[in-house]
């Protein structure tokens, strides 16, 4: 009976540490939140002692007089187990953490930068979980936070790799962690005008003005304001009233350059950092212009980006960076005042911004060494041609989405986190990028925009919105339906074929739309790019600030349409041409519908085939084109392809031949009679929409029971023997891929990529057999079939093959399309690459270059903050990264080159035209190429010979000289 009742409170232990353990949900959070905000107290318990020894005493029994302590609150209980359940950190103590537990570098720094956003939360919520403890006596002693900032920087200064690798997230936490007594003004400045709008809605224009377009001069508009609205407004709002404009004059009160000279004579600084500072300090002297001001600050935050790991000393390194900080802030306000009168002066301003944007740490050094030479070689002479024009245009478009990208790089996880119990955390990023010099370069941008607009003759219409020269068209094509905005994250968002979406990023696994947009160009070459270009749906990129204009409109049936040159057109139904309807009648869509040749497809051949048996003439017979294609360059490139195993369509139909769970039939019958009586339904009358429910609802249920279908034993069987003889080693013991391969896929039609499942790095062997099933399956998902569904006349007959090779655990790998994108070059290779395995094709913000035969050009730098690598155990293991240095060196950028010399060489005689471009996997492992798969690389013919868009296409000379006095 006793160890019954031993074993029983063992149980009743483990039970009750899983529960305490499990992770709270974000309902829980939320509920913890707002006691929290209704507490006097907050998350914190009660004030305590903690002695330098580990004790803890109550508040009114000091430390003994020879050992050290500080006094804080502790925490509550409840506080202190969502940091163990959910890695939460609400009301953070500084003075009460270890240095580098705070840091939290094994997870990303999430604990920094959740202090970060908490201060945020606190500064537009009225102190957020601490709405009643912010006054609760003792709780923080500011001495001490001030005190263990101050450590904390000259500790963490020390580290020349960390400086070096996270510059902006350091730059950055310098704003919110109290180290010196300064606080983050400009975001203050923004939350207390937020605050007074939400109680004032008259100080609306105001507030936007000071988001927007921060000036000196908006102090007087406040007080004006004031003295208006004084008899309207209560004592409460004349308080906050006043401590906004003392906010505003702190923040544009002058900097004392000479307190500044006499504190650099006191630092050892590189010979660049002191000649820097000293041109900024004369020039101030003389009370220079805005122009100056600012080129002469920007000059010194690069030099001290540059030379910081060379300044001996963390403490030197604190000083210099505040300074830096501070300079910042000036150059904000000066770039404000800086107006230009003409394109000289404003590709001057933008030229200089983009240095700034790299001394401030929003784009890495080399990043802007790819981009210095756009702008210099072209603004030395005094005329430039209209090319050269939306050349520098691009460039500098890019670096401010390169900006707002490294701030969403840092931050967006953390921030996403905390969205789903705390949705005004989704303001941090955009305050952020607000409070950068990324908002006066993108308000300079956009004047360039639209004069280049205007040269160029490309007019958007898009509604009515403000500053749409930010929006430029990708994919050519046209689209009508109800438009759907998303912003913030899509995951759960249930898409609809027949509407047209607005993302600020796009689901990975994105199904069929009418039309999209997104913030930001994004990555080229992703698989749901490649669908858009090659489907002819329209696709665009806008700014943030567009995305939230169109808002309004989200709900609307709207016409929307991209034409070959770029410009876009977004208007009302009630607007459309008749021209416009006419596209959307039955003759004119029919035109999109591809039939899949399946006469020559060879069911016979059930055995599991060598991948050097096979080359590109059996793709769609044999097996799909994936192994077909990779077997074509194992032949071409026998060290650079790894070996390779297919499991036929044969063996998938034999195993289709099993009678199916729960039917009077076999897979194939069931599968079938879907398609027939859907067909019926169609003859019949009803409606698409109930058609497509009720073949989604069959496939559904056909899905699942695959999942759980029996795979022959002389096919199991046979699958061993090859994985000994072809990989060299039993199945169990080599990591694999297994890739679905359809003969619905790489057609000169359609590309169907990215539609069924690729499973990574499997191992065991139960878990390869079962994935043989799911890959077979995924042809079934609702995904899946609507992409097929959307564009081939006969969608019933996909056939799924399967592809497997050994894992190769790439340092990066990428894709190569052999032309120029967005050039239209045929001799150009557009490369897009991200870190580890699987790169750029699932939409990850990758690396992207233009490379010619002579010259490499940085399109965009990676911005995703991690990636995953293939252990030799399987699956995939996470890790985080960092930008401080491209992915590809120059050796890789030769090796594509040659890559591409003999694709184009041999691939030619499996096209129908000797221009045919290809989409190419790759990756490097130790510098060595390794390739993963060809595809023809197929884009819209219906769209490029569009009438309709060639007569919205704008038409201008692109020689056209412009003097560089010319007038905005």
Known sequence: MKKLSLLLLILLFFVSYEISSQEQSSTAVQSLIESYKNDQRGPYYRIKWFCEDGTVRDAKDPCPDNIEGIQHASFKESALKLRKTNHLFFGEILASNKPYEFLDVANDYSRLKQYQINAYLASVDDGWVLRKAQYYRGAIQSEDEEAWGKAFFEDILKNDDLLHSNYYLIRQALKDIPHNGDDNLAQLMRSQSKTLSEAIPGFMDARIKIHGQPQKSDIQLVKSFMNTEKDNISEANKKAFLELIETMETFYAPLNFSVLEGNLDKLSLTKDIEESFATLIASSKLESS????????????????????????????????????RLEQKLLIESQ??????????????????????????????????????????????????????????????????????????????????TKFEPLSYGFIDDRVRSSVALNLGNTVSQLGAFVAKLSNIENKVMTIEKQ????????????????????????????????????????????????????EGNLVSHVQLLARNLGIPNAALSYENLKDLKAFSGKNVFYAVSNKGNVILKLENEMLPAERELFSKQERSKNIVEVPTSQIRLDIDTVVNMRDVDANDSGKLCGPKAANLGELKTMFPEQVVEGLIIPFGIFRSHMNQQMPNQNQSYWDYLNQTFAEAKSMKDSGISEENIENFQLEALDKLHKSMLKIKLDN???????????SVFGAPIGHVPVFLRSDTNMEDLKEFTGAGLNLTLFNIKEEDKIIEGIKRVWASAYTERSFKWRQKFLSNPENVFPSILIIPSVDVDYSGVMITKGINSGNEEDLTVAFSRGAGGAVDGQSAETRLITSSSNMLLSPARQPDYIRLPVSGGTKS??????????????????????????????????????????????????????????????????????????????????????????
Not at 714 to 724: A, S
Request: glycine letters at 4%; hydrophobic letters at 40%; one cysteine or more.
């Open 337 to 418: 005042n800086w107006e230009t009168s003409n394109l000289a002066e404003t590709l001057y301003k933008i030229n200089t911004l983009v240095c700034a944007s790299m001394g401030s740490g929003l784009i890495e050094h080399w990043e802007y060494n790819a981009v210095e030479y756009v702008i210099n070689d072209k603004i030395t002479t005094s005329e430039i041609s209209i090319t050269d024009l939306n050349t520098i245009l691009g460039t500098a478009r890019s670096v401010v989405e390169w900006s707002a990208s490294m701030v969403k790089a840092n931050y967006q996880e953390t921030v996403d986190i905390y």
């Open 469 to 520: 020269t930010a929006i430029r068209g990708l994919n050519p094509g046209y689209a009508f339906g109800t438009l759907i905005v998303v912003d913030g994250n899509p995951d759960g968002i249930e898409v609809n074929t027949n509407n047209i979406y607005i993302f600020e990023k796009p689901p990975a696994d994105l199904k069929p739309v009418a039309g999209i947009m997104t913030v930001s």
């Open 879 to 968: 890790h985080a990264t960092t930008f401080e240095s491209p992915i590809l060196n120059s050796q890789n950028i030769d090796d594509i080159r040659a890559l591409a010399a003999a694709i184009r060489k041999h691939m030619k005689s499996h096209s129908d035209s000797h221009q045919q471009a290809f989409d190419v996997e790759f990756g490097f492992k130790d510098d060595k190429l390794w390739l993963f798969q060809i595809r023809p690389f197929v884009e819209n013919k219906q769209a490029k010979s569009s009438e309709y868009l060639a007569s919205i296409s704008s038409q201008s000379d692109s020689e056209q000289m412009v003097l560089l006095k010319t007038k905005l």
């Open 714 to 724: 002389r096919f199991v069987q046979d699958l061993k023997t090859q994985f000994d």
């Open 290 to 325: 805005p122009q100056q001001l600012v080129s002469d600050i920007t000059n010194v935050l690069y030099h001290i980006r540059l030379d910081i790991h060379k300044i001996k000393g963390s403490k030197t390194r604190l000083k210099l960076l505040d300074l830096s900080n």
